[in-house]
């Protein structure tokens, strides 16, 4: 079994910031890309940002130059960094990551629970 626990969601006024974090754990072998996605009420899911094990990074048009992601390995965890928050960036956010566990030679994508970040003043 692999987990994925997202945290640092909340409520954070226009121009604020907002870290996420997702750790992953469980019957882990290898950690390959790492992600997050968001989806807004009545919209579809979009991609935020993703990282892969060797550090490149890919990011969503609507979140360029105000959002940055990063991973520990060491910790099994990805990092969200968003800057200069607007109403738009209103979403669920969802952790993903493909891994290969102790149970299979190919890799699985997960998904985390999702976690909520509301901007409003």
């Known amino acids: 079994q692999v987990q994925l626990v997202e945290s640092g969601g909340g409520l954070v006024q226009p121009g604020g910031s907002l870290r996420l974090a997702c750790a992953a754990s469980g019957s882990i072998v290898t950690i390959y890309a790492m992600g997050w996605c968001r989806q807004a009420p009545g919209k579809q899911r979009e991609l935020v940002a993703v990282?892969?094990?060797?550090?490149?990074?890919n990011y969503g048009d609507s979140v360029k130059g105000q959002t940055t992601i990063t991973r520990d390995n060491a910790k099994n965890t990805v990092y969200l960094q968003m800057n200069s928050l607007k109403s738009e960036d209103t979403a669920v956010y969802y952790c993903?990551?493909?891994?290969?566990?102790?149970?299979?030679?190919?890799?699985?994508?997960?998904w985390g629970q999702g976690t909520q970040v509301t901007v409003s003043s």
């Open positions: 990282i892969t094990s060797g550090g490149d990074t």
């Open positions: 993903y990551s493909q891994i290969r566990n102790t149970d299979s030679s190919s890799p699985t994508f997960y």
